[in-house]
């Protein structure tokens, strides 16, 4: 497994912006899909974006569809995610997640197979 360490949360006003970083252990980062998943209080842990191990594919929740943005650099081994437009209902802790998975894109959260410890993301209206 690879080990995954989130930053870049914080508090926002609706609106605005904030960028997620999400460093990755290894040599092997660039045989796993990526994605970013979000779980608010009481709710269940939901898929917001996913890259292919190329960065060339990604897909999005319609939720955050033309607002967010998720990019990675195999040769720094990170994963991003840009959000901008930020609602309150985007109030979440974010989770960064890779998988080695068979297809280009995952979006199902039992199809990844390490996480982050999360980092919160508060959007205030």
């Known amino acids: 497994q690879v080990q995954l360490v989130e930053s870049g949360g914080g508090l926002v006003q609706a609106g605005g912006s904030v960028r997620l970083s999400c460093a990755a252990s290894?040599?092997?980062?660039?045989?796993?899909?990526m994605g970013w998943f979000r779980q608010a209080p009481g709710k269940e842990r939901e898929f917001v974006a996913a890259?292919?191990?190329?960065?060339?594919?990604?897909d999005y929740a319609d939720s955050v569809k033309d607002r967010f943005t998720i990019s990675r650099d195999n040769a720094k081994n990170t994963v991003n995610l840009q959000m901008n437009s930020l609602k309150p209902e985007d109030t979440a802790v974010y989770y960064c997640a890779a998988g080695r998975i068979a297809g280009r894109i995952a979006t199902g959260v039992k199809q990844y197979d390490s996480w982050g410890q999360g980092t919160q993301v508060t959007v205030s209206s």
């Open positions: 890259i292919s191990r190329s960065g060339i594919s990604t």
């Open positions: 290894g040599r092997t980062f660039s045989v796993y899909v």
